[in-house]
């Protein structure tokens, strides 16, 4: 078994000193070139989602014109045929007088 040292000399506290540094740097290196990747690739992400997004809008908007035509189209039905019925029931009962 490996025993431990009771105490500390300065120069293995400069060692473990320009480890940890090393180690921030190398960790601080890393973090960096990760938002580097990260944000060209949020970047395309975001591009081909406005895309997509544009589509759908656009689909949204055709939809919306269809149905506002559907629509148009049934409100004229409806008053055609409520002015058949008025004038049917207008002559039903000017045929039992």
Do not use: C, P, Y
């Amino acid at each position: 078994m490996h025993l431990m040292r009771e105490s500390w000399t300065d120069d293995r506290l400069d060692d473990l000193n320009r480890k940890v540094d090393r180690g921030f740097a190398e960790t601080k290196n890393d973090v960096v070139k990760f938002r580097a990747e990260t944000r060209g690739e949020f970047d395309k992400f975001r591009a081909e989602t406005k895309g997509e997004f544009d589509k759908v809008r656009a689909e949204i908007a055709s939809l919306r014109s269809e149905m506002h035509a559907g629509f148009n189209s049934l409100h004229k039905t409806m008053v055609q045929f409520s002015s058949v019925m008025v004038a049917a029931a207008i002559g039903l009962l000017a045929t039992q007088l």
